[in-house]
């Protein structure tokens, strides 16, 4: 492949340094680079708010491939104000794509681009904010046309933005040069993309390649509340939509504090089998202390991914253009659940999750009728049952809503095995607020409580259909606390949902991540105040070890044989992944 056998290793290069740049410079700061990776490729932008010259962008394609770098092209859409226009309403400096001088600049580039690159890459600002007069009317026209009398944005812009691709981007640079391949980068906030224009449905159809933004940022002071699981879910979300023209997942060092985040967002995109890791950006990252750590890691994972498989996990349907209970899956990831994401319905996975984001699909009770009655599983959230209680969910469930809710800090945990249905009663580490699904008794079941006074209240809940089963998870109001849910009762969530017949037993923000050849990926994450911290693992059936190939093939025994599990103990050390194949 290239420099690493599982992966091509590459980086972009900003348009203020691609203009700046001399050859002196461009050749000591190589040597940083080189001291501490291999590199494969770069993408060279020319545009970004100001428009390098074709000559700097040459000197520079020049000075890489003397290196022996691939160099492919880059583009951000971002313009300033035209002179002599009055400024718009536009955050980041994103174009108005109704202004006739930003569009005029937009073909130029595209143009550019075709005829200096045979490729070139989309950066994440393709998309609009634009409240102009004129944007206002383009909407205004678009949603009389098609009947929407609500004043959104959504249908226009997405409208909007695919044939700005067609006829903005691609024509001008296809008519320069018709070989040139184009990649649009989605970014990582998916279950916004519709409000602002980005449009997969649409522009999969239209671009060479997509690519995924993998960038995880600080939980606590940024807005975006992105779980660093995202990282991976995002990755076999683009891949299950348009397998094999996923290019790669590109991350960045901006907004973390930590270098071990810093590297996790590169762990994760590894796991997630990427074609390239593109990191962001050579200027950012020119004398950081996250290339060299980045740099000795990822010899480690190339290693790691020599025996992965292909990525299986529970599948979370998330049609195109669905906005629900944002990024839950990926909070449900970090707590062990091993997820994989798509945007077509999984009718024939093993198991399937679903949130309220599956809600978008207005057939989504009827596929997921059909589903549970042929034998699948299906785990959903009560968000999920709640927006579709008038659509047919009462088919399956007992379950209804007549807005409570529940300051919870107790637990009773109805163990999976063993005789007469015996019960756990843990303590969580903090109350959390959850939904009351109130069910029917002896139509649906209870298998975790909370328990409140005199009361306990339905939590992880299960209803049998035809062959198969739906089971209910009331998730709490912020979804980060089921990170603070106890052990037993995330265990008991798991042992439902083995993927291979593995599942965790043990502490929140720690993932699994599974392959098809019988490997799995063990990873606990790196937080404030964390320590290392005894887990077992459960693999059904009757297995002889678990192995590990990156460490001469070290065997790890089992702890215990019963009820049909065989059971490991595994010390979880933060920040530390092992690749473990199943020995049977």
């Given at each position: ?9 590459v ?10 740049e ?15 990776m ?79 690159f ?21 909407r ?60 997969p ?54 907004d ?49 991914l ?15 253009n ?21 945007p ?59 807005g ?26 903090e ?5 009351v ?40 109001d ?26 965790l ?13 019988d490997?799995?990926?063990?990873y ?12 077992k ?46 020995v049977?």
């Open positions: 492949m290239g420099n690493y056998r599982n992966f091509k290793l980086v972009y290069f900003v348009a203020h340094g691609t203009q700046n001399t050859r002196e410079k461009l050749e000591e700061e190589l040597q940083f680079f080189g001291k501490h291999r590199l494969d490729k770069v993408y060279l932008e020319p545009y970004r708010d100001i428009f390098a010259t074709a000559e700097q962008v040459e000197m520079c394609k020049a000075v890489f491939e003397e290196h022996g770098i691939e160099v492919a092209g880059g583009i951000t859409t971002t313009i300033p104000t035209p002179e002599g226009d009055e400024p718009k309403a536009r955050m980041f400096n994103t174009f108005c794509y109704n202004d006739p001088q930003m569009v005029a600049k937009l073909k130029e580039v595209s143009r550019f681009l075709g005829e200096h045979n490729e070139f890459i989309i950066d994440d600002f393709y998309f609009t904010n634009c409240t102009c007069e004129l944007c206002r009317a383009g205004d026209a678009y949603n009389q046309e098609q009947g929407i009398t609500d004043g959104s944005w959504q249908a226009y812009r997405l409208w909007l933005m695919e044939k700005v691709s067609r006829e903005y981007m691609i024509a001008p640079a296809k008519a320069a040069n018709p070989n040139c391949k184009i990649t649009i980068k989605y970014p990582n906030w998916a279950e916004s993309y519709q409000e602002t224009g980005y449009n449905a649409a522009q999969r159809k239209l671009f060479d390649m997509v690519y995924t933004g993998t960038e995880a940022r600080d939980p606590f002071v940024q807005d975006q509340h992105l779980p660093r699981y995202l990282s991976y879910s995002l990755m076999t979300y683009f891949e299950n939509m348009w397998p094999g023209h996923n290019g790669g997942g590109w991350f960045d060092p901006f973390l504090y930590v270098t071990e985040h810093y590297l996790e967002q590169a762990y994760l995109t590894a796991f997630a089998k990427p074609k390239e890791m593109m990191m962001f950006c050579f200027q950012a990252l020119m004398g950081s202390m996250n290339v060299p750590a980045l740099g000795y890691q990822l010899d480690k994972l190339d290693r790691l020599d025996d992965a498989g292909n990525p299986v996990g529970i599948m979370c349907y998330l049609p195109d669905c906005q629900g209970e944002d990024n839950v899956q990926d909070y449900l990831g970090m707590c062990g659940l091993p997820i994989v994401c798509t077509y319905f999984p009718e024939n996975a093993p198991c399937i999750f679903l949130s309220r984001s599956a809600a978008y699909d207005e057939d989504v009770v009827e596929k997921l009728e059909k589903y549970v009655a042929n034998g699948g599983k299906a785990l959903v959230t009560a968000g999920f049952v709640e927006a579709t209680m008038e659509r047919g969910i009462k088919k399956i469930t007992s379950i209804r809503f007549h409570r809710k529940v300051l919870a800090n107790d637990y009773m945990v109805e163990l999976k095995n063993g005789w007469g249905r015996p019960m756990v009663y843990p303590h969580g580490r109350k959390v607020l959850v939904p699904p109130e069910i029917r008794n002896n139509a649906t079941w209870s298998l975790v409580k909370t328990q409140v006074g005199q009361e306990s209240f339905g939590m992880f809940v299960r209803d049998t259909y035809g062959k198969g089963e739906m089971w209910t998870l009331a998730v709490p912020a979804y980060s606390q089921l990170y603070q849910l106890p052990e037993e009762v995330l265990t008991r969530i798991r042992a439902e949902f083995p993927v291979n017949g593995v599942y037993e043990g502490d929140s923000e720690i993932s699994l991540f599974m392959y098809d050849n490997t799995f990926i063990f606990p994450y790196v937080e404030h105040g964390v320590q290392p911290k005894y887990t693992i459960h693999v059904l059936g009757d297995v002889k070890a678990l192995e590990i190939p990156a460490e001469g093939n070290r065997e790890v025994k089992p702890l215990y044989q019963q009820h049909g599990e065989t059971v490991f103990e595994w010390k979880a050390l933060p920040g530390r992944y092992t690749l473990f194949k199943i049977r």
